[in-house]
């Protein structure tokens, strides 16, 4: 874990400080972990541990976070699986080019 200035959090100590800061604690000191929770999640799924500990961070129930997740998972899939397109895949590749020669990209009318 990390805190929101990048210095180490144990889970413990993470554990400790939100039970001794709730409204801080759901007011995003720990907003940057909650996001790499996030992103894990989507990869590997959650533990029962970080879900309690999701949820203690955010002020919510263990209900809410696995619901809020799967939520958040299902949009992220379906928003990958738009941009996986072939198409785009090419304009991406030759926008990047562009890019590289430190041209504008054309105007399109």
């Known amino acids: 874990m990390r805190s929101h200035s990048g210095e180490p959090a144990h889970k413990t100590c993470a554990e400790s400080w939100i039970a001794a800061n709730p409204t801080e604690a759901r007011l995003g000191r720990f907003a940057s972990d909650i996001q790499l929770v996030g992103i894990a999640a989507r990869g590997r799924g959650l533990a029962p541990d970080e879900v309690a500990l999701v949820a203690r961070m955010t002020g919510t ?49």
């Open 61 to 109: 129930t263990p209900e809410a976070v696995i619901r809020e997740y799967k939520r958040d998972n299902t949009a992220w899939a379906q928003k990958q699986a738009a941009l996986d397109q072939p198409d785009l895949a090419r304009l991406d590749t030759h926008l990047d080019e562009i890019a590289r020669q430190g041209q504008d990209p054309p105007c399109i009318p």
